[in-house]
């Protein structure tokens, strides 16, 4: 299998002196489903936004599909970042826009002058969206507002639109912290079999233990900005978690927001 990320001992200082990246290396290959576990404050969502330079990283290096995409700048960060789908835990939809738009917004990245601008779209674009939104279950509501679904058609939306992109790299941000249970996993079935189909890699934030040992092809914990976990979930002991979270896996099963809390104030 192909390389598709790698840091490189990456370090992210903030102008307050927080690290929220402290030396952070790993690989990533085509077609992996990685679940990045841990506390509140502890790099997650710091992490996700270097990996298309969202923020800036103060030490290391970032490789994106064999680019070092921490050196890119202008067109060519642009041109990198159309390889990176991004799913968002607040939607990031355009409420007055139908689903139909919403989800072509995903080609806006590889159109140019006046296209872009009025977002005219090509009948193949409209075509394929129209298949996704099929495939997702949501050809009913495909001209309804954005601003008229539910929260776990939003996200399906928001997954659409990333896989639009036809990126290599799918990167998800809480994707279902919003959602209620049932479609959560809804959520995680979809991103998971989309992916899959599509060998697109894929990186999801995750506060919820049970869903990242049942999705994930791997498991990486972070514990203020280090990496303390890297491995498969069936590698995921006690006290591996206990590592991750600071605390014993009886209390972060018992009073796991209570204890998520007292990190984020370690942580940030």
Same mark, same amino acid.
Do not use: W
């Given at each position: 299998? !192909? ?13 307050? %002196? ?9 690989? &990533? ?28 990283? $103060? ?25 990176? /789908? ?38 193949? *674009? !409209? !075509? ?29 939306? /928001? ?20 959602? *209620? ?14 992916? $899959? ?18 999705? $994930? ?28 979270? %600071? ?5 972060? &099963?018992? /009073?796991?927001?209570? $204890?998520?809390?007292? *990190? ?5």
């Amino acid at each position: 299998m !192909k390389q598709i990320l790698k840091f490189e001992n990456v370090i992210k200082r903030y102008p307050n %002196g927080v690290h929220a990246l402290n030396g952070v290396s790993f690989e &990533m290959k085509e077609g992996e489903f990685i679940s990045v576990i841990g506390p509140s404050g502890s790099g997650k969502s710091t992490l996700l936004r270097t990996i298309n330079k969202l923020i800036t990283i $103060s030490e290391g290096t970032v490789v994106l599909d064999g680019e070092k995409i921490s050196d890119k700048k202008g067109k060519a960060l642009r041109s990198l970042r159309r390889k990176v /789908g991004m799913i968002f835990q607040n939607y990031n939809l355009v409420y007055s826009l139908s689903v139909l738009q919403n989800v072509l917004h995903g080609r806006l990245g590889f159109m140019k002058g006046f296209k872009g601008i009025f977002g005219i779209y090509s009948e193949e *674009d !409209k !075509k394929k969206a129209l298949s996704l939104i099929k495939e997702l279950g949501l050809e009913q509501f495909a001209y309804n507002r954005a601003s008229d679904l539910s929260g776990g058609q939003k996200q399906r939306v /928001g997954i659409a639109r990333a896989i639009m992109q036809e990126p290599k790299l799918l990167l998800c941000d809480e994707p279902i912290a919003s959602l *209620d249970p049932s479609s959560a996993k809804t959520i995680m079935d979809l991103l998971k079999d989309m992916t $899959s189909k599509r060998n697109i890699a894929c990186i999801v934030n995750l506060h919820q233990l049970d869903v990242a040992m049942k999705y $994930s092809t791997r498991i990486i914990g972070l514990s203020k900005g280090k990496i303390v976990f890297d491995d498969t979930p069936d590698k995921l002991t006690e006290e591996a978690i206990e590592k991750i979270y %600071g605390t014993s896996y009886e209390n972060l &099963m018992l /009073g796991g927001e209570k $204890s998520e809390k007292e *990190d984020s104030f370690n942580c940030a």
